[in-house]
């Protein structure tokens, strides 16, 4: 097996790398430290009983997600990981959809593609702000707009007043918005940054809130996602046509047990952001890689002579055992010029370096 049948093997396993323990995954973007916080503890001491326990119903879990997020139950429907309700908004949507590109594909490949209006930034890096997007979709009119914020994979992010000032214009244009800020917690400012908030949403109820849990908390094995918009009709009916135990025992738990580790996950959040600007600084030293601003749990990367991403990506896997993205269903960029990697925790990162600097 060559070297990119091996990478593409690993790509079309979309997970389960706990078989490949030594394997340092850089592909998937979770949280490196909330998870070793002592609220896994609490989980392992209880594992007897919730593997054997049937979960709760939606309304349960609706009451518990509401707690965990302070949003009124009736705002929030919890899933199995954002994956799951992004299936479901995007099989709710009628007409057409704007997306910015290059972009997290869940979303558009639920649509056939003549509903899909895409915006590709022509600034350095990928950089846009809201008035890019108010000034391209005012000419390609769209029923809905779509921003992931921080974006991925290009970590391009558009601050609160910025998102009010689109916020404003979708109501003003009857422009639904969907907004997924599955990342906002890796952000300067995280704790003022969100748009899950009850009085935000009742002014804008044409918006849409998704937030993937498993990334934020670092714990993607519970597939945990939210979605909050006032729109209690939608929500309700989306409620609805999710199956009935969407929500495993584990997730139920951890949402009942979250609101005593609030402190935890806030010194997590400050402790990665700090790890995510020590890396920057070391993977700018590295010249055959561009390294693009980002305020999520990862880095875009443009690949510079003498190497090309698929081919970079693979000698990482199979010299170094560590396994990056190298953006290869991506649309909106060239093709084999670009990769995207993970911001892991400080050791790991120190590894990640050591490998890029011996291949220069």
Not at 123 to 150: G, H
Request: charged content about 25%; proline content about 6%.
């Amino acid at each position: 097996m060559n070297r990119e049948q091996l990478l593409k093997q690993y790509y079309s396993r979309y997970g389960g790398f706990w078989r490949f323990p030594e394997m340092l995954d850089y592909c998937y973007l979770v949280n490196p430290y909330f998870n070793r916080s002592s609220i896994i503890t609490d989980m392992q001491e209880f594992f007897p009983v919730l593997v054997s326990e049937y979960p709760s119903g939606m309304a349960v879990n609706s009451k518990l997600a509401s707690k965990c997020w302070n949003i009124k139950q009736e705002y929030v429907i919890p899933g199995n990981g954002a994956a799951e309700l992004i299936k479901v908004l995007m099989e709710n949507l009628e007409g057409t959809i704007g997306v910015i590109r290059p972009t997290f594909e869940e979303y558009p490949n639920r649509l056939p593609d003549e509903r899909v209006f895409t915006f590709v930034s022509k600034k350095a890096d990928f950089r846009y702000d809201e008035d890019d997007l108010i000034e391209y979709f005012s000419t390609v009119p769209v029923d809905t707009l779509l921003l992931i914020n921080p974006d991925n994979p290009s970590g391009n992010f558009i601050s609160m007043q910025g998102i009010r000032k689109l916020a404003d214009w979708t109501k003003q244009k009857n422009i639904q918005f969907i907004l997924d800020e599955s990342f906002v917690d890796f952000t300067e400012g995280y704790e003022n940054n969100t748009c899950i908030n009850n009085s935000f949403l009742e002014e804008y109820p044409q918006m849409f809130v998704m937030k993937s849990i498993s990334k934020s908390y670092g714990v993607p094995g519970l597939r945990l996602g939210i979605l909050c918009s006032s729109n209690v009709d939608a929500i309700a009916k989306m409620k609805k046509q999710v199956s009935i135990w969407n929500i495993n025992s584990f997730a139920e738990f951890f949402m009942q047990i979250y609101p005593k580790y609030k402190d935890d996950y806030k010194k997590a959040c400050d402790q990665f952001i700090k790890t995510r600007n020590d890396f920057e600084k070391e993977l700018k030293k590295i010249p055959f890689i561009h390294v693009m601003p980002s305020q999520a749990n990862y880095f875009f990367l443009e690949v510079l002579p003498p190497y090309k991403p698929k081919e970079l990506c693979a000698i990482l896997l199979e010299k170094y055992n560590i396994l990056a993205s190298a953006c290869l269903a991506k649309k909106g960029i060239e093709p084999n010029r670009y990769m995207r990697i993970a911001v892991r925790n400080h050791g790991d990162n120190a590894k990640f370096i050591q490998a890029m600097n011996e291949l220069i």
